[in-house]
Nanobody
Framework: VQLQASGGGLVQAGGSLRLSCAAS????????MGWYRQAPGKQRELVAS???????NYEDSVKGRSTISRDYAKNTMTLEMRSLKFEDTAVYYC?????????WGQGTQVTVSS
């Protein structure tokens, strides 16, 4: 499975953005997908995840202002974030898991200006 993330950039605080992750290869093996982020000097953390059944999970700081979704026809996963805060600044990574493997996409930088 190959993952290609896109949609990062510079956003003003209070604004919104949409991150996309396109999956290719053995996409049929994917059980779940998610977005992680890593800020400078911090560990990578889960932002949001979604299973093949549509069950979602959000990190507390993004709950209520983020929506994760998948388009199975297009093999894409999207993260929409609203009311962005300076603390959301990080490199965002998409991740996919199968029974035996974990796949990571390249990171996409999100910078929120205060």
């Amino acid at each position: 499975v190959q993952l290609q993330a896109s949609g990062g950039g510079l956003v003003q605080a209070g604004g919104s953005l949409r991150l996309s992750c396109a999956a290719s290869g053995s996409v049929f093996s994917i059980n779940g997908m998610g977005w992680y982020r890593q800020a400078p000097g911090k560990q990578r953390e889960l932002v949001a995840s979604i299973t093949n059944y549509g069950a979602t999970n959000y990190e507390d700081s993004v709950k209520g202002r983020s929506t994760i979704s998948r388009d199975y026809a297009k093999n894409t996963m999207t993260l929409e974030m609203r009311s962005l805060k300076f603390e959301d600044t990080a490199v965002y990574y998409c991740k996919a898991v199968s029974l035996r493997n974990v796949y990571w996409g390249q990171g996409t930088q999100v910078t929120v200006s205060s």
